[in-house]
């Protein structure tokens, strides 16, 4: 029979994951606007992204 203490846990983490949830709809939503703002800026940290990962080693 749960108990308190894991009620408590599984409600915490619920709020965390729909914090990050939050949090992550709101970063892309800057995103897509910095993009639309400045698309020159936004297109060359796009290649430099694309670049980075085509060079790492895995």
């Known amino acids: ?5 894991d009620r408590n ?3 915490r983490d619920q709020e965390r994951r729909r914090k990050r949830a ?7 939503e800057a995103k897509a606007l910095r993009e ?3 698309p020159r ?3 060359a940290n796009r ?3 694309q670049m ?7």
Do not use: I, K, S
Request: hydrophobic content about 40%; overall charge positive.
């Open 36 to 38: 639309r703002v400045q």
């Open 52 to 58: 980075r990962m085509r060079t790492f080693r895995w």
């Open 22 to 28: 939050v949090f992550l709809r709101e970063m892309d």
């Open 47 to 49: 290649m430099r992204q």
């Open 41 to 43: 800026r936004a297109r």
């Open 9 to 11: 846990a599984e409600d």
């Open 1 to 5: 029979m749960p108990d308190a203490t």
